[in-house]
């Protein structure tokens, strides 16, 4: 069955640093995959998407990589500032194209 | 975008008894779906609101459980029966604009049963 793996640990990261989250799958060709955003007691907040034949994209401080042969998605936030921590998801479609899977997600502190 | 608000926001309720959560748009959409969080998890597709039709249910959720409404194309409900402590979690809907594959969520519920 399809599988979406994050790091399940928390990442903390020094205020200024490039924090990198990775996202894994498996049994799975998405045509693309997507980067969303939950701060507590919120919903998920979509970032990025980023399609099969794209190797990277870039938003602001946010840059994600796709790597269809690894099966690997790389969320990289560069000179990070501590309100960038949060929980961050990745998402791939499912069979039925509007419908979307969630990772875990990846908790994300920024210390001062 | 969308603008999405539920309510509502949370509520504490009793084993056995119902609870209905509203889900209202700001702009006409064909797909809204239901999502369940559960403390620590990840977001689990409950089902699928299709206005004029029934409610498509992921596996492991049934429509005795989780009736869904879609009256029109702004709003949706959801309604947990027969409530147990097993249920407590946060119930999210979103919506997908058909220009886009990003899904927009709403606020949650966030639900305690006791």
């Known amino acids: 069955s399809q599988k979406i793996e994050q790091n399940s640990e928390a990442l903390n990261i020094q205020e200024g640093k490039t924090a990198t989250l990775t996202c894994n799958y498996t049994?799975?060709?998405?045509?693309?995959l997507q980067w969303y955003r939950q701060d507590p007691g919120r919903g998920p907040v979509f970032l990025l998407l980023?399609?099969?034949?794209?190797k990277e994209k870039r938003k602001e401080r946010l840059k994600v990589t796709f790597d269809t042969t690894l099966k690997q998605s790389l969320f990289h936030i560069t000179a990070s500032q501590p309100a960038d921590s949060a929980t961050y998801l990745c998402?791939?479609?499912?069979?039925?194209?509007?419908?979307?899977?969630f990772g875990s997600g990846t908790r994300l502190s920024i210390r001062p | 975008s969308a603008v999405i608000s539920q309510k509502p926001s949370r509520d504490i309720c009793q084993r056995g008894t119902s609870l209905t959560i509203q889900c209202q748009v700001d702009?006409?959409?064909?797909?809204m779906f239901w999502y369940r969080q559960q403390p620590g998890q990840s977001l689990t597709l409950i089902a699928t609101?299709?206005?004029?039709?029934?409610?498509?249910?992921e596996s492991g959720f049934v429509i005795d459980k989780f009736p869904i409404s879609r009256p029109n194309l702004t709003f949706s409900t959801l309604t947990v029966s027969n409530m147990s402590p097993e249920d407590s979690s946060i119930y999210l809907c979103?919506?997908?604009?058909?220009?886009?594959?990003?899904?927009?969520f709403g606020p949650g519920t966030r639900l305690t049963v006791t």
């Open positions: 998402a791939l479609p499912r069979s039925s194209a509007s419908k979307i899977i």
């Open positions: 980023i399609r099969e034949n794209e």
């Open positions: 609101a299709n206005q004029g039709s029934e409610a498509t249910y």
């Open positions: 049994n799975y060709s998405p045509a693309y």
């Open positions: 702009s006409q959409v064909t797909m």
């Open positions: 979103s919506v997908s604009p058909e220009t886009s594959r990003e899904q927009y």
